[in-house]
């Protein structure tokens, strides 16, 4: 909710910003879409990867500080694997990993800056539900199940 007092009904910039922004927000809410971004910026003499997830929850990964700008995009290119695969979560472990990280001049030569870009077309998925293992059936002929703890082979009625 946004508080401000008006004289002659003209309101403050700010406010009509604010206001603008929250009804992006908004609705940006309501849609359900969050975009992923990989970027590399540039720090003084260094680089450095940095993963940006807008929408509701907004948030930023950074990477480590990199002496060239391949290393960085080498380390963007993890981090949204790593968050592809295993979310915010695994994006921050990836980013602590990192900065351990040395990149041969071979995976060095072979970073393409079109990866990063990859990333940002992707929309963030919700959170799948764990997966319930099916209890086994053993192997041969006619075993069913017959409830949850007892398996039954109907040719003989025997019950395990």
Not at 58 to 74: D, L, N
Not at 144 to 156: G, H, I, M, W, Y
Request: glycine share 6%; proline share 5%.
């Amino acid at each position: 909710m946004i508080f401000s007092s008006f004289r002659n009904n003209q309101r403050p910039r700010n406010t009509t910003a604010t206001l603008a922004f929250h009804q992006f927000r908004l609705a940006q809410d309501q849609q359900g879409e969050d975009s992923i971004r990989v970027v590399v910026e540039r720090i003084e003499e260094k680089h450095r990867a940095r993963l940006y997830i807008d929408g509701a929850k907004g948030f930023s990964i950074h990477g480590p500080e990199r002496e060239s700008r391949p290393e960085a995009i080498c380390d963007g290119v993890e981090l949204g694997k790593s968050f592809d695969n295993d979310g915010q979560d695994g994006a921050r472990r990836a980013s602590v990993r990192l900065a351990k990280k040395q990149w041969t001049p071979r995976e060095i030569a072979c970073a393409d800056e079109e990866e990063l870009e990859s990333f940002g077309s992707a929309k963030v998925q919700p959170a799948k539900a764990p997966v319930v293992e099916q209890k086994l059936v053993p192997p041969g002929e006619g075993w069913t199940r017959f409830d949850a703890e007892t398996l039954v082979d109907q040719r003989s009625q025997v019950y395990f």
